[in-house]
């Protein structure tokens, strides 16, 4: 009786847990991704100034090492590479439908060699 009780208890937290998971829990927006409601909610002017403001951390590096080791942090805007950071001053924040930062191992895989500072995927609406 006390062994049945057990599973039972078990199944449901673990039906819970999968439940939870499947719609996405209760987390808030993704660190990985900026959608364009959100840019313009921001009241940032450029693409440049939306990831200063809402996702800071794609543009910090990972340490001394890496620094030397990593590259510079590259960014395409609709599948076209455009440059490195600075590039993301002439996108008009406006125009965004989406932006993706992929960290330096992702970026390799996706896109080969110099690639290992990151990459940020712009998406024009």
Not at 77 to 83: A, I, P, S
């Amino acid at each position: 009786m006390r062994l049945a009780l057990v599973a039972v208890s078990v199944s449901v937290v673990v039906g819970a847990a999968c439940a939870a998971a499947s719609r996405g829990g209760t987390r808030g927006p993704s660190r990985r991704v900026l959608l364009g409601d959100e840019i313009r909610a921001s009241s940032a002017a450029t693409a440049y100034d939306a990831v200063v403001a809402l996702r800071p951390e794609w543009l910090t590096r990972r340490g001394r090492s890496s620094i030397q080791a990593a590259g510079e942090l590259v960014v395409y805007v609709d599948g076209m590479r455009q440059g490195g950071v600075t590039s993301l001053r002439s996108v008009r924040a406006t125009d965004i439908f989406q932006m993706e930062y992929l960290d330096g191992p992702s970026a390799t895989i996706q896109f080969g060699t110099g690639h290992g500072g990151g990459v940020i995927l712009v998406r024009i609406a």
